[in-house]
Structure formats: structure tokens, C-alpha cells
């Protein structure tokens, strides 16, 4: 990798776009958190764990996570038709599927936890960026977890690897590799690529992503200290 390599934008290839968190800002919702992270904006809400009355979704051993995201019409330059579409339902399955592995699901038989995800505006990112939220909301809702999950993207632009891309950069890029983990076992809970990468640029642009991940961690827990204080034992349970 070539250490002097700058972006468009003016980032180092190390680099990710400045990022903001809080949580507990959703009076009706169980936990909550927001995230910026360049010009994306997410909001996320978490309800439950509460009963789940259809027997014919529930499971007897263990809860069901439900995973909603939502890009609203205003979240993009070109005004997006209301409601779901194919890449939301998506996006919705993958984050789940990411999160699922970090939540003792097996505490809550016959229930369901569902997470709400809202994409304020978008530059590139937000499925990773809605991964950290939802982590960190349901940090906030108190349901136990292994672990946070971070995520962040690696891609390979102008033949360079590098971290967080923009939406310019996802689409003028030469690959795109969104990654997420539990950082205490360093497990791999989503991994996606479009384009392509040797193998020796995969290893590299892997473990950039391992250290994005792990710098975002920080960020997460920093969030939760800063609104409940140094007590893990309290609010929150990972």
C-alpha cells in the first residue's frame, strides 16, 4: 500500500470521514442510537424483547430479531419513493444476519426483538454505519450481548486500498468490501464483496478493515461510557 497516497476529499488511505454517536435519544423506543459519519445520517430504535403472539413466527428456543431499513425520501438528491423496495429488504436481512451472532437470543424464548433503522441521508456506507447503530442501540435497550458489533467498508480506489468509502468513491471505485466483527474474538459476522481484489490486496484490505473496526469499537463504547458512566455492570450488558 502506498502511505502516501490522497483522496479526493483530501483522507489519508487509513483514514475514515469524521463520526458522531449518542444513544438513549428515543423516549418511546427500548434503546436507540444516532450516528453521523460523514454526510450519512441513522437513526435507530430497538423495541423488545417482548412477546411474540403468532406461534406460527415465534421460536420456543429463543427470540427472533427482526431488522427494518428504511431510506427516507429525503435521504438522497434524487427524492426516493416512499416504503420498501428490494435493496432495503435486502439490507435488512444482512443486517440482522451480522448482528445475530453478537445477542444471547436463546434469554428471550417466544419473543422478538425488532430493530428500526432509519437512513436520514446517505453518502455511502449506511448499511455498515446501520450495523453500528443497531449494536450500539441495542447496547442502550440493555438486551445482553457477546459483544459489540463494529462494521466499516475497505475498497480499492485508483489501485489503492483504502478505508471508509464515499459514495463517489463506492461508485467509482474498483472494488467495495463492507466487513463487520465482534472485536473481542476478532469473528468475522459479514463479509461482502463487489469487484475484485488479489489475494494479497484481500489480506491487506482485510486487515484495514480489521482496524477500522476496531477504532469504531471505540467509539462505541466511548458512547456508552460518556451517557452511563464507567458502570458496565448498569445499564448496559455486553
Known sequence: ????????????????????MEVGILNNADGSAYIECGHNKILVGVYGPRELHSKKHSKPDGAVLRCKYNMAPFSVKERKRPGPDRRSTEISKLISEAITPSIFLEKYPRASIDISIEVLEAEGGTRCLSIVGASLALADAEIPMKDLI????????????????SEEEDQTGQADMPVAIMPRTGEITFLQMDGHLSDVE????????????YYINQLQQQTLL?????????KYNI
Open 150 to 165: 463494529s462494521a466499516c467498508a475497505v475498497g480499492k480506489i485508483d489501485d489503492h486500498i483504502v478505508l471508509d468509502l
Open 202 to 213: 484481500f489480506e491487506n484490505a482485510l486487515q484495514l478493515a480489521y482496524d477500522g473496526c
Open 226 to 234: 460518556n451517557k452511563y458512566g464507567g458502570n458496565t455492570s448498569g
Open 1 to 20: 500500500m502506498n502511505n502516501q497516497y490522497t483522496r479526493k476529499d483530501g483522507r489519508t488511505y487509513n483514514s475514515l470521514r469524521n463520526m458522531k
